[in-house]
């Protein structure tokens, strides 16, 4: 089970009352749902039921950004799990405790199963049963840890954008099985205090309501965590482009054919970007064509703040003996023109171990984004999560210990859902999503400590606090109308 996999398998604000208010009626009405391929109202109906609007506790007085003593904002982004399948026993969370939380999956015509069916490694050919696993274990989820260790690489199962839908299931959260490709597996779920990030999550400020800025898989939501909106790929090959199927009420309820571009020209799951890296012998065909929207990057930029991707084995990649598994769609600024060869703004993309030494050197950029190689970032079928938690534990305690701690913040989350069980629906905002929930953990010595935060938060609630801390317009309506990370602070003393 420890073989190395690389791709997914085929298959502020000056009003905030007012800026509430309009979020509340976005997610109330399901703003945006009935664009092709959206919610339909009965389906999106459900998914409000499912997950009602939290109101976030005050963060106490804010004052401009000048007052925060934050100048330096860390985003470790990691992969692929839910908040379930890590934090679902952590006490005072909407975790696998609360009622309801332990949803019977159903097969494709909503029969339950009898008991969840054997668990398989769909990135074998053919698949290939899982026999650490019982055959017969209930329907309902399961403490996986029992029969893999957190040393052990699981299989991954499927976390695409259409797939991912169809497992949501307008909110009624029973479809993950069926969709899945490994079986029963999405069902397991660690427990919590044995993982090595638990103490910060227990320490400081555990986010219980963050979601995905988008449904699916990894490229897109890297993309949406730098852009805040979804790629286009006009006149992408036919053999790229998904035939979805829907009802008269235009509700998702198949999928024909499934691909990497909707039939209108989004590309919604991974593909190679077009400038390099990218995977070697990947015709330019099958690469995204270079995209020209604005990015948090380019808003940096303009107003003259320091900022870095930092990537786990960027360096080799680049010279063209890439680690393997270094990821070439986890960069996202490798889609953007203005981070191509021989650009400007390429100089922002930078090998993690420069990161280390900006701590070291005293050139810490202000906002700083970390995306560790493949086998440290948690995405099951190719890396362990004891490992890759520890990794992300030493870069926390490398910034503690550094002389940027006291005016830092990091930010440590998941860049989806990985096709993991999560009990809670995401909150209907548009086309896009928000996709599946996911654990968000803020590390700081102006976090709260020892506090669960419910506010409903996604990735674009990043590039809020970004945009407000340093006077940038927000890149898309979404960022506009998210969340800020405010509530997770207390600005009051460290």
Avoid at 53 to 67: L, N, T, Y
């Amino acid at each position: 089970m420890s073989e190395v996999r690389r791709e997914e398998p085929p298959m502020h604000a000056a009003h905030p009352r007012s800026r509430r208010q309009v979020l509340r009626e976005l997610v109330a009405a399901g703003a945006l749902a009935a664009l092709p391929h959206g919610l339909a109202p009965a389906a999106a109906q459900a998914q409000r039921d499912a997950t009602p609007v939290a109101v976030p506790g005050s963060a106490g007085p804010i004052g401009g950004p000048e007052a925060v003593p934050v100048d330096h904002l860390i985003v470790i982004f990691l992969e692929n799990r839910p908040f379930d399948h890590l934090y679902g026993l952590f006490p005072g969370t909407n975790g696998l405790n609360a009622p309801g939380a332990r949803i019977t999956q159903t097969d494709a015509n909503g029969v339950p199963y009898r008991t969840l069916p054997p668990v398989v490694d769909n990135w074998d050919t053919p698949p290939k049963l899982d026999t650490q696993i019982p055959v017969d274990l209930p329907n309902a989820p399961f403490p996986l840890e029992q029969y893999a260790p957190l040393t052990e690489i699981v299989p991954s199962p499927v976390h695409r954008f259409y797939q991912h839908q169809l497992q949501v299931n307008g909110g009624r959260m029973d479809r993950y099985v069926v969709w899945s490709g490994t079986g029963g597996l999405p069902l397991g779920y660690y427990e919590t205090a044995t993982l090595p990030l638990y103490p910060y999550a227990r320490d400081y400020t555990l986010c219980d309501n963050y979601f995905t800025a988008a449904w699916g898989g990894s490229m897109l939501n890297h993309i949406w965590l730098i852009s805040a909106a979804t790629p286009l790929w006009p006149g992408a090959p036919v053999d790229q482009v998904a035939v979805p199927t829907v009802d008269a009420m235009g509700a998702l309820v198949g999928l024909q054919k499934d691909g990497n571009v909707t039939p209108d020209g989004y590309c919604v799951n991974d593909v190679q970007p077009y400038y390099a890296p990218y995977q070697s012998g990947t015709p330019v065909d099958e690469r995204m064509p270079p995209q020209l929207g604005p990015t948090i990057g380019d808003r940096l930029s303009e107003a003259g703040i320091s900022w870095a991707w930092y990537a786990g084995g960027w360096d080799d990649a680049v010279a063209g003996h890439p680690a393997p598994t270094f990821q070439f769609h986890h960069q996202p600024f490798s889609y953007f023109s203005r981070y191509g060869e021989e650009m400007p703004g390429r100089a922002h993309q930078q090998d993690e171990t420069r990161f280390l030494a900006s701590l070291a050197d005293g050139s810490l950029p202000s906002v700083a984004f970390i995306k560790p190689l493949g086998i440290y970032d948690e995405h099951a079928g190719y890396s362990a999560v004891e490992a890759a938690e520890q990794h992300a534990a030493d870069l926390i305690d490398a910034v503690q210990a550094s002389t940027f701690w006291d005016r830092s913040a990091i930010v440590v989350t998941y860049d989806d859902f990985g096709g993991w069980y999560d009990h809670v629906a995401p909150p209907p905002i548009d086309r896009w999503g928000p996709g599946g929930r996911v654990p968000a953990i803020i590390v700081s010595p102006w976090a709260r400590k020892g506090f669960v935060d419910s506010t409903p938060y996604d990735h674009t609630s990043i590039l809020k606090f970004i945009e407000w801390r340093w006077g940038l317009a927000p890149l898309s309506t979404r960022d506009a109308l998210a969340w800020s990370l405010f509530p997770a602070f207390d600005f009051g003393s460290p």
